[in-house]
């Protein structure tokens, strides 16, 4: 591993740094990073974020060129900052977190989601004396794209002393649910200390459990389109502009209201970043207007009777509907042929709502291995960055 390839890497992610540390040792070592570089991205001015809301991530690269014990062989550090900082505070950070990066190796303590480091103050946040070491995504590992090895993102939440010992008996995934249950921000270094404790007397109960789920997919959209965005700006920056801005609420209850169904929460939190209208690879991510035009002619060619002697592959029985079309698929995809990709909103007894279908006009139905619009649009960012697509001459996305 380089840091040419991760600084790369990182390019392909997060777009170019805005500043960047070179931490260098004079003596070579086989065991710890001699070389350490400290990455710094700044949310975009265009963004126009408000003072508290703007943010700064600081990244290491160098630390997965060193391998730590298993299961995390290889990996990097970042942590988010919320506010406007003075350049100084923030390098005194980056140089924090090279040392911190240094730790697994000089004494042989692997970092690994779900470990605390005590007694370390870090600079902008000097209150907290301890820092959670947890998955990017918290429940879902995030890795460099680009790479050869896997190298895993591990993020630094600091915490107060007085929220350790309640962290340490629930574990990283239930303490952050309950520090987003009591909304607070965890890259903001004035948050106060929250009362972990407390918020385990509260149910369980199914209300909740569904409200962080929500909360859970709702940013791992925005973080998908994000890596989506950056791809695009790079590489096929006319097909970047073609992106449409959010769906409004009143938009999608009037569409649910036209089609008779709910949206799923996935699909609903892409909407509310990009109503459309871009070419996902070969097909067309439609707006809603592009969705309900395709759902409405199918649906009526279907009470119209013309699919009726069109035989369905036995091989999807008791997964999808015995039917060349149900009005239950609703079609967010689709490429010049008229093929579409669509929701699954009315599965057979053994399929799931919200799986993905391939509806070929010539073939008719067929299951995909996708689960959800997350899955499927989580698959198509992933081979962005991982080299699965370029871009022709005309700025078509295709396969390699």
């Known amino acids: 591993m380089t840091l040419t390839k991760l600084h790369q890497a990182y390019k ?46 600081i990244a290491t690269a160098g630390m997965s060129r060193y391998a730590m014990q298993e299961p995390n062989a290889y990996a990097e550090l970042i942590i988010g900052v919320k506010g406007h900082h003075h350049s100084n505070d923030l390098e005194a950070l980056g140089r924090k977190i090279g040392y911190l990066a240094v730790i697994p190796f000089r004494y042989r303590i692997n970092f690994a989601p779900n470990r605390l480091i005590s007694n370390l103050s870090l600079p902008i946040f000097d209150q907290m004396t301890c820092v959670l070491v947890t998955n990017w995504f918290i429940k879902q590992p995030i890795c460099l794209p680009n790479l050869e090895s896997e190298v895993l993102m591990l993020t630094l939440y600091p915490v107060y002393q007085s929220e350790v010992q309640i962290i340490q008996q ?9 520090f987003v249950h009591e909304g607070i921000d965890l890259q903001n270094p004035k948050r106060f200390p929250a009362r972990l404790e407390a918020i385990a007397s ?10 962080m789920k929500s909360k859970d997919v709702v940013a791992t959209i925005k973080q998908i389109w994000a890596d989506i965005e950056t791809w695009y ?17 009143e938009e999608m209850s009037e569409f649910e209201s036209r089609i008779g169904l709910s949206l799923p929460e996935d699909y609903r939190a892409s909407l509310k970043i990009h109503n459309g209208d871009v070419y996902l690879h070969s097909y067309n ?21 013309v699919f009726a002697d069109h035989e369905i592959l036995e091989q999807w029985g008791g997964v999808i509907q015995n039917t060349w079309w149900d009005r239950g698929w609703i079609p967010f995809a689709e490429d010049s042929g008229g093929n579409m990709i669509c929701l699954d909103m009315n599965p057979a007894d053994d399929g799931i709502v919200g799986q993905i279908l391939y509806m070929d006009i010539q073939e008719g139905p067929s299951l995909s291995e996708f ?14 960055h991982t080299g699965k697509y370029e871009v022709d001459e005309e700025e078509y996305i295709v396969e390699k």
Do not use: C
Request: zero cysteines; aromatic letters at 12%.
């Open 285 to 305: 991510y439609l707006s809603l207007d592009g969705v309900l035009n395709s759902w409405s002619n199918m649906t009526d060619l279907s009470e119209q009777g």
């Open 233 to 249: 700006k790079k590489n096929a920056p006319n097909r970047f502009e073609d992106l449409l801005s959010s769906a409004k609420e």
């Open 371 to 384: 689960k959800s619009f997350l899955d499927w649009l989580k698959y198509y960012r992933d081979g962005l």
């Open 170 to 178: 629930i574990g990283d995934i239930e303490a952050y649910e309950r």
């Open 12 to 57: 392909n992610w997060l777009g170019m740094p805005a500043h960047i540390i070179q931490l260098r040792r004079d003596e070579f070592s086989e065991q710890i990073p001699t070389e350490l570089d400290i990455l710094f991205f700044h949310s975009s001015e265009n963004e126009n974020l408000s003072d508290d809301d703007f943010f700064t991530y």
């Open 202 to 211: 509260l149910p369980d109960n199914k209300e909740r459990r569904q409200a």
